[in-house]
């Protein structure tokens, strides 16, 4: 007998919200003005154990005060079709719209760098330099006295990168510098095994898989017989990726819930096979398709950033709404536009480096026989379609599911977009433009 259509794919964000609960929206939209005065912080967000007593950490200090998002009403029945159109309303909704964003933020004067042409991007400002200091303080103390994370020689390197800056712009809402911090320690940790193992600090697409296993055995642990359990344990300590990822991830689960950490160990699983897939061509010295090349950035990507956007900003998105369809194509796009950006400005850094480094406009001058010049600008065109695409539908993600705490993490998602660029073109130590204008 013939077998039954499927029926066709539906979005289960309504049923979704239901099993959340209305109790939880009212509540929510109830208590939204007074949260501050509640729980003696920003947005309710939960103190940070600390790795050695298990006590809260002391709040910020007045000079690096936490970000402040303006509160508003939840929608619910009832709303017109002005306020709709006028964008989703709700914690951290101010950067969401269903139509296009007319007024951009102005960049400070302090800023450096010149965005690509043509690349749609939003100014932001610069990032509060009191927490950029105490963040670049901070993860230096923890790369060389907890982690001994690199030798004198690439001090300037480290410093080069300007981490602090990065995480500070990217992450608007952290409540206090020790959520900053968890960030921070997680995006040095990734650079170290992408240096090390893959890239210009050691790295080699052979005996890849092996290495980024065992690696990966410092974020999602190994349990096994006791016989064996040393011998795993100390390899932890056994390089600086190791020790970094086993550092990093402690402090993190020790403020994320346990499905928030999970799925920070999905994501890392995802980009380490997304890593697989670049050194396979290279081992084999072949160019993928350029829809190939996108796959394989869908995974070796800036995902596992975004992704964290609640537990540095202190609060948590539930499982099950993280998980929807709808919003982990949000974050994919977004993780995707983002990577674009990396290959955008680090491509006359690649093409200076040893070797042939993959990146788009590599991949698409090769494939479909276009000139360098028309490879990057048809390029910046596919980042500018991937960009309107995660703002199309994180838009309306936020207006089919008006529970706060998904406003409030697509907001965050759109602030990481916005301080991704800004790292990138603001970074002249590292990176330099093309003379295709």
């Not at 990822?245 to 994320?256: E, H, K, L, Q, W």
């Not at 540095?312 to 994919?332: F, N």
Request: aromatic fraction near 8%.
């Amino acid at each position: 007998m013939p077998v039954p259509e499927l029926p066709p794919p539906r979005s289960s964000l309504p049923e979704a919200v239901t099993r959340f609960g209305a109790t939880v929206l009212g509540a929510g939209a109830a208590r939204a003005h007074d949260t501050e005065a509640v729980v003696g912080g920003p947005y309710g967000a939960r103190p940070l154990p600390s790795p050695t007593t298990g006590l809260s950490f002391r709040p910020p200090s007045p000079a690096i005060p936490p970000a402040a998002v303006p509160v508003t009403d939840v929608p619910g029945e009832g709303v017109g079709l002005d306020r709709l159109l006028g964008g989703p309303h709700g914690l951290g909704t101010a950067g969401l719209r269903l139509t296009p964003r007319e007024e951009r933020p102005v960049p400070t004067a302090t800023q450096e760098g010149r965005p690509i042409p043509g690349l749609y991007h939003h100014p932001v400002p610069e990032p509060d330099q009191g927490r950029v200091d105490e963040v670049s303080r901070r993860i230096k103390a923890w790369a060389l006295d907890e982690v001994s994370l690199y030798p004198e020689e690439w001090e300037e390197q480290f410093d080069g990168f300007s981490v602090g800056r990065y995480m500070v712009g990217c992450h608007p809402d952290a409540p206090t510098v020790d959520h900053l911090m968890l960030a921070t320690r997680l995006m040095v940790a990734e650079n170290t095994v992408d240096d090390c193992y893959c890239e210009d600090h050691g790295g080699s697409p052979i005996g890849l898989g092996e290495r980024l296993l065992l690696a990966h055995t410092a974020l999602d642990p190994l349990y096994t017989v006791r016989e064996y359990q040393p011998g795993w344990a100390a390899s932890l300590h056994a390089d600086a990726p190791r020790r970094a990822y086993r550092s990093a991830m402690d402090y993190f689960v020790r403020a994320a819930g346990p499905s928030q950490a999970d799925r920070l160990r999905h994501d890392m699983a995802r980009l380490h096979l997304g890593y697989l897939a670049e050194a396979a061509w290279a081992q084999q010295d072949q160019v993928p398709e350029v829809w190939e090349y996108l796959a394989m950035r869908q995974f070796n990507n800036f995902r596992p950033c975004p992704t964290i956007t609640d537990t540095v900003g202190g609060y948590e998105l539930p499982a099950d709404l993280h998980a929807q369809a709808d919003m982990q194509k949000v974050i994919a796009l977004a993780s995707n536009a983002t990577t674009i950006v990396n290959d955008l400005y680090s491509y006359t850094k690649e093409l200076a480096a040893p070797g042939r480094h993959l990146n788009l406009p590599v991949v698409i001058a090769e494939r479909e026989e276009l000139s360098d010049q028309d490879a990057y600008l048809k390029s910046v065109e596919i980042h500018n379609e991937l960009m309107h695409a995660f703002e199309t539908e994180a838009a309306a993600l936020a207006a089919a599911c008006p529970v706060p705490s998904v406003q409030r993490f697509l907001r965050g998602v759109a602030a990481w977009v916005d301080g991704n660029h800004h790292w990138h073109q603001s970074n002249t130590y590292r990176y330099s433009l093309p003379d295709f204008w």
